[in-house]
Every structure is written in structure tokens, then in C-alpha cells.
């Protein structure tokens, strides 16, 4: 691969969140590069989603700093983090189960639509245009991701590969800078993983997407991210490229369990 | 069939995001407000507009304002009624208090009057769900009933809070047939209801819709919960609002606040479930459903009994239609839970293939 990693753009520092007497994460430290595939991993209750929370302002750690293109972040809400062009996909599916493919990814790009609720209601002036004029972006999204033949379905109907692939459109809608993966193949047979693994890859290497991802496969993680963050029981246990952590001791005891 | 898409080619966004995409839709729908400007108003008798066609279109109006705020953006509510209320005395007062003020200028202050109650009483939704919402709204339903009884100024010290409208002056020319009001109401509602399918199809809809099926992510992709939640209860009372206003003002004449009660609300709820939650359409469906099936049980039972010769007493008969219309209810639950507007989604796309079954 020939693509170039950046500089830091997210820098967190000794991230500690508890909820109540349960310390969820425990001094955390670790960074994200621009253009790179960051990978979290660890096992089930480590902190992972608790980690990717906290970048996009869910949750608010009562501990640590947390730098976004060098600058100093302060405790956000979850809607800021999208104007900041962090845009993430859930562990479990979390569409709009009420809309249809296209609906959903149109509602990805909500943040960029200016038009008013007047305007909507009149068809008048910015409403039409700005419709159309996203429409035409998220057909490209439509295109990029193969699902053209289901834009006009409810997601309800769709099997659960293609739901994961329409949840990863509405997040691509956003045209974010920052894409925050939880487990984006967990459930899926071994050709979906293939498919999405190809998508992942094409954002990162086509709109130098920055790419941070929850994932258990290790071989799928191993393969694609740049480099790897290991937690088990909310503590950093290893960090580094893909063949540095598979040879940590701490991690193979930890993840890969004491008998190996 | 007739009703084909085959050979309708969309080449543009524009013409795929059309309100009906389907030629034959956009041709029905053009044949239904042609009838109802002006084949109904030259065939139609007195009774049914003042007693069938006004409080049809009134309670659609109001169905669209419940299903806005229930069926769009999921936020229960058990005070559609009371809103209505402060339409209909916000339209009255506005009237009475600001010398010679349109009659339309006073519909539309009616409803942001309403959607400014509405605002205030949709603040507990920052906070609760569901059916804890539900009973918030409730407290809307009874304060704004009691204050209306309670605050003389509101109906211009009228013995308990009845209010007599006045006089419908339309650009210098009073309205008293049922036809004139009949086509007041009708310009209104489709009006109301144009902007209300305008806004669900838009990015405000999809606002709207977002929080209802699943709020973290709304927030998440950037939707701001507070004034999305805040605008839908704005908009569903502005509705509810200047539904009631016409109701003062085009049906009855003559309205007390404890007529705005929470059966009436629960008649508007009924509506939504009936005909569609989260379906404009279908809330004209469900307004003339709970409207007119009662009217028509009432005409065929006697009719059925007769042929029958069966010894029907007009309480039995009574009795029957409400047992028939809770029978009815409880099928279309059963058989359809999204109501009559998945019926006709249904039947449409059933139509599409037919005679094929795929």
C-alpha cells in the first residue's frame, strides 16, 4: 500500500470513565494518525464501545484529555461530534427502522442541509434545491456501497449484512473525516466479511477516511488496520502495528487465553 | 389493471421525489379535489356538509397534527383536544380584541397561539418517554380545560366558558351557507395538509422520524433532539390549533371548554391508529373512519333490522353500533396494525403486479 499516514489528529490522555463504582476505562493513552486504520481490540467487556463513546462525545470521562487536531476538546454532546466530521456505525444495528435505504442516508447528511422547517413545508426556495442537489451525493454513496437495488426499501426488510452495509452508507453520507467502526462484521458469513472489508479499505484509500474500528476477527484486523490498541478490563495492555501486538505477552495471555 | 408504473421512466431526482411518482396517483388525486372543490359542493345536501363533510375535514386536520407529533416524530400525546381548545379561544379572542382582523390572520395567530401551549407542554419530552409522556400531555389536556373555565377574560366573562363565534367575514363577504364554510375548510385542510407531506418528506421528516426509530443515533449523526422534538410539537399543535378554530368557528358556532374533552382526544388518537401512524394520508383515512362508520351503522341497522323483520328498539340499535364500531376496531388491529393507509399501500402494490402474484 502506497497510502500516506498523517499526523496526529486525535490524541487521548489518560482517559478514565466510571459509571458509579465501575471503572470502565482506567488511564487510557493512545492516538490516531489521519489516513490510517486504527483498530481496537480486546475481549468482551474490555471497554471497546465504551472507548469509541468517549470519542464521540456519548459519554464524558471524568479524567483525561482529549486533543482533536491539536486542539483541546471539551466535555460535547454526541451532535457536535458530527459537525465535527466524526460519524460512527453501532455494535447493534441502529437504522431507522421506519425508513427506507435512501431515507436513511439522506438523514446521514442532515448536518449539511440548511433549509428550514418553513421552507420544507412551503417547497420554497433552498428546500427543492438542496434535496436534489444530496440526493445526487448519496446516490454516489448508493453506488459506491452496490445497494441501488434496495434504495427505495425499508431497512426493517432487509437481511442483516445489507442493514450493516446501509448503516456504514448513512455514516460515509456524512463525508466524515473520522469514521468510527463498532464491530462492522460481527454476525457476518465469511463473504459478507470479504464485501465489507473491501469497503472499508476503498473509503480509507479513496477519501483518505481516517478509520478507527472495533472488530473481533483477528484475522480481518491483523489484515487491514495500520496499527492496533489492545484493552482488556478498561487498561491498555498493548499498542503497536499488527505483528507487534500478536507477539505481546500480555495480549496473547490475556485475548488469546493463559494455555497458548 | 390500469394502475401501472411499466413505461414511466424517472430521469430526474425531481421527478422520483414527486409526492406521487405514480401518473395514475397524480391523476387520481387531481379527480379527488376537482369532486370535492366543485362536484360536491353542487350535488351534496346541507346535511352532509354541516354534519359529515366539515367535522370530517376538521378532525383530519387534527389527526394530521396528532400523527405529526405520534406517527412522525413518536411522541405520545393525550392533549390533542386541548390544543384545539386554545385554538378555538385564541381565534375568538383575536377576533373579538383586534378590530376588523381576518379571518384568516386569526386561524393562523389561533394556531401559533396553540403551538406555543404546545411548545411548553412538549418541554417534559427533553426527559420522558412513552407513556410517562403520555401522562404529561395528559396534564395539558385537564390544566388548559380548567383554565379556560377559570380565567373569565378568556371567553369575554360568558357564563362557563361558553364562547359564541362571531361572524365568518371572508374579504368583506360574510360566510353562512354550509357550502361557503364547506370550502373554507376544505381550501384550509388541503392547504395544511400539502405542507404537512412537504415537511415529512423533507430533511424535517427525516428529523422527525430519526428520533422516533432510534435517538442515539439521531443524536449522533447530528441531529439536535431538544428543538427537533420541540418543533414537532410546535408544528402538531399549530395543527391541532387551527383545527380548532374552524371547529368554533365553521362547525359549531358555539363551543365550551369542557367540549375540548379527553375523549376527544382519544377520538384524534383513534384516528392515527385506525387509519396510519406516521401517514398523512392515513389520517384522513381514520378521520372518516371514526366519523363516519358510526353515521352509517346508524343508517344501516335499522335498514337490516327491517329487512329482517327483527323487533329492534332504537336502544338496541344503539347499542349494536357501538358494539359493531368496537368489534370493527379491534379487526383492523388484528388484521392491520399499520392501519387503513397500509391497506391501500397494500392493495396498490397487489394492483401493480396483478394479474401476476409476483
Given amino acids: 500500500m ?17 459509571f458509579g463504582g465501575v471503572k470502565a476505562l482506567t488511564d487510557i493513552s493512545f492516538d490516531v494518525r489521519e489516513h490510517e486504520i486504527r483498530a481496537i481490540i480486546g475481549p468482551n467487556g474490555a471497554g471497546k464501545s465504551s472507548m469509541l463513546n468517549v470519542i464521540n462525545g456519548v459519554y464524558h470521562p471524568q479524567e483525561g484529555r482529549i486533543f482533536w487536531h491539536g486542539q483541546e476538546r471539551k466535555n460535547m454532546e454526541p451532535h457536535m461530534a458530527a459537525q465535527q466530521n466524526i460519524a460512527r ?9 421506519g425508513m427506507t435505504v435512501l431515507d436513511n442516508i439522506m438523514t446521514g447528511r442532515i448536518t449539511k442541509m440548511k433549509a428550514n422547517f418553513i421552507e420544507h413545508a412551503l417547497w420554497f426556495g433552498r ?3 438542496e434535496e436534489l442537489e444530496h440526493r445526487k451525493k448519496v446516490e454516489e454513496v448508493i453506488d459506491f456501497l452496490e445497494i441501488q437495488h434496495i434504495r427505495k426499501t425499508p431497512v426493517n426488510r432487509l437481511p442483516y449484512g445489507l442493514q450493516k452495509r446501509v448503516e456504514l452508507g448513512r455514516a460515509l453520507a456524512a463525508e466524515p473525516s473520522m469514521l468510527l467502526l463498532d464491530e462492522p462484521m460481527a454476525g457476518m458469513n465469511v ?12 473509503v480509507n484509500d479513496q477519501f483518505g477516511t481516517t478509520i478507527v474500528l472495533i472488530e473481533h476477527d483477528m484475522g480481518v484486523v491483523m489484515d487491514i488496520s495500520d496499527r492496533v490498541v489492545v484493552l482488556d478490563y478498561g487498561k491498555k495492555i498493548g499498542d503497536g502495528e499488527p505483528d507487534e501486538v500478536k507477539n505481546n505477552e500480555d495480549v496473547i495471555k490475556a485475548y488469546l487465553g493463559a494455555g497458548h | 389493471m390500469l394502475y401501472r408504473e411499466a413505461g414511466q421512466f424517472k430521469t430526474t431526482y425531481a421527478a422520483d421525489q414527486q409526492i406521487f411518482p405514480i401518473r395514475q396517483d397524480r391523476i387520481g388525486i387531481i379527480a379527488l379535489l376537482v369532486v370535492a372543490f366543485i362536484g360536491v359542493p353542487l350535488f351534496a345536501s346541507e346535511y352532509w356538509f354541516s354534519a359529515i363533510l366539515i367535522p370530517f375535514l376538521i378532525f383530519a386536520l387534527a389527526a394530521i397534527g396528532l400523527n405529526v407529533l405520534t406517527g412522525y416524530a413518536g411522541q405520545l400525546s393525550l392533549g390533542s383536544a386541548a390544543f384545539m381548545a386554545v385554538g378555538a379561544y385564541a381565534a375568538y379572542n383575536f377576533q373579538l380584541r383586534i378590530e376588523g382582523i381576518p379571518i384568516l390572520v386569526s386561524f393562523v395567530l389561533a394556531g401559533l397561539t396553540a403551538a406555543g401551549v404546545g411548545i411548553l407542554f412538549g418541554l417534559p419530552s427533553l426527559r420522558i418517554k412513552g407513556f410517562y409522556l403520555a401522562v404529561a400531555t395528559l396534564a395539558a389536556q385537564f390544566f388548559i380545560v380548567w383554565c379556560l373555565t377559570k380565567f373569565p377574560w378568556l371567553s369575554n366573562n360568558s357564563s362557563s366558558g361558553v364562547i359564541s363565534t362571531q361572524k365568518l367575514i371572508f374579504f368583506g363577504h360574510e360566510l353562512t351557507t354550509p357550502v361557503e364554510k364547506y370550502l373554507l375548510v376544505l381550501s384550509v385542510v388541503v392547504v395544511l395538509a400539502l405542507a404537512a407531506k412537504n415537511m415529512v418528506r423533507s430533511s424535517t421528516g427525516r428529523a422527525w422520524m430519526a428520533v422516533r426509530d432510534m435517538d442515539v443515533a439521531a443524536s449522533v449523526i447530528g441531529i439536535k433532539l431538544m428543538p427537533t422534538k420541540l418543533l414537532a410539537f410546535a408544528v402538531s399543535s399549530f395543527y391541532c390549533g387551527v383545527a380548532g378554530a374552524m371547529y368554533a368557528f365553521c362547525y359549531l358556532g358555539s363551543v365550551e371548554p369542557d367540549g375540548f374533552s379527553l375523549e376527544m382526544s382519544f377520538k384524534i388518537l383513534f384516528m392515527i391508529i385506525i387509519g396510519g401512524v406516521g401517514s398523512i394520508m392515513g389520517s384522513f383515512l381514520g378521520a372518516a373512519f371514526i366519523l363516519l362508520l358510526p353515521i352509517f351503522l346508524d343508517v344501516a341497522l335499522p335498514f337490516v333490522a327491517d329487512l329482517f323483520g327483527l323487533p329492534f328498539a332504537s336502544a338496541t340499535v344503539s347499542h349494536i353500533q357501538i358494539t359493531v364500531f368496537g368489534a370493527l376496531i379491534m379487526f383492523f388491529l388484528i388484521v392491520e396494525p399499520h392501519g387503513l393507509a397500509r391497506l391501500w399501500q397494500i392493495a396498490k402494490e397487489k394492483l401493480r403486479l396483478w394479474p401476476f402474484p409476483h
Fill in chain 1, 127 to 129: 428546500a427543492k434545491k
Fill in chain 1, 191 to 202: 463473504e459478507e466479511k470479504q464485501d465489507m472489508c473491501r469497503f472499508i479499505l476503498d
Fill in chain 1, 2 to 18: 502506497s497510502k500516506k499516514i498523517g499526523d496526529v489528529i486525535l490524541d487521548l490522555q489518560n482517559i478514565s470513565l466510571r
Fill in chain 1, 89 to 97: 456505525t453501532f455494535q447493534n444495528i441502529a437504522l431507522f427502522k
